[in-house]
């Protein structure tokens, strides 16, 4: 809490934007298609993973990242067949 | 199956208001219900993966999609409010020219079977970005400031509209609208500043939106909102949304929002600057 938050919302958004510039702008220096590459991996392996107890249409799965600070998180979206696994 | 319609929003020259029209007419549609899927064309230099706040969930783009690299339901990025509204990010590593011709088609074709509509964001310039990011649509929308330069720079763009579209080259003329931003009316009023009616007479475009010069526009862009989404009451947020309801079809009279101003700006109106 500073002092000028007493003064109404002063800055906010602009702490805001510069906190994600410097989030995306570390990723962006340091980016070499890794992180692309690893994505494409981990797809396949899970699919293969998957596809022994389902049967799934590749094209559902979806992959997911987010960057934030010092953590990044992979979500995994899988839409399972309607009918009754095996 | 869908069969979308492809908008493309341009104007020539940088810095007028390309990106922010486009997240904020996407996001303005989605709410509206509509699947709506918004790309960049500005490879190198993407920004609006970070206007509509998803730039921490971009893993593939543009390029990787036309170059096979990645398919297009992998490379989109869901918006984090909107289930109904999808980015598919131009790439930041690579130059305009990993754009193809076949392999931009191919991505609209595809794209036109998942949505009702897809919004192309241009790069500026004339060069190949810029016509790629034309090249298939079905409309467009033209962004000009109230200044000499933007004015000159959109009407070479709607010569290119007129020439190097599919539609022009079928023989067909694409529908224009044209969208006038960060318009100040006391200025246009003090004759400052070109008023709507001197740039509609001058591109013979029909207006579609006026939208206030606002702090609105960079507010939203500083927390990664679309400016439709952050703050629906705002004056920009109105001149989208109204603009999005005459994109629609809609025959509603073009307004310009105004900010609200207090009793101390009208006190003291005219007599700074």
Known sequence: ?86 | MSNATVVVVTSGKGGVGKTTTTAAIASALAKEGYQVCAIDFDVGLRNLDLIMGAERRVVFDLVNVVRGEASIKQALVRDKKLNNLYLLPASQTRDKDALTEEGVEAVITELRGYFDYVICDSPAGIERGATLAMRHADEAIIVSNPEVSSVRDCDRIIGLLDAKTKIAEDGGRMPKHLMITRYDTDRAKTGDMLATDDVVDILSVPLIGVVPESKDVLKASNVGLPVTLSDENSPPAKAYMEATRRLLGENIPVTIPEEKKSLFGKLFKGRAA
Do not use: C, W
Request: charged share 30%.
């Open chain 1, 1 to 86: 809490m500073n002092i000028l938050s007493l003064f109404g919302k002063r800055g906010e958004s602009a702490s805001v934007a510069k906190n994600r510039l410097q989030i995306l702008l570390a990723h962006e220096r340091a980016d070499d298609g890794s992180d692309a590459v690893l994505i494409s991996s981990l797809r396949e392996d899970i699919l293969a993973v998957v596809a022994k107890r389902v049967e799934i249409d590749p094209d559902s799965v979806r992959l997911e990242m987010d960057r934030s600070g010092d953590v990044t998180t992979l979500g995994i979206d899988i839409e399972l067949p309607a009918a009754k696994a095996s």
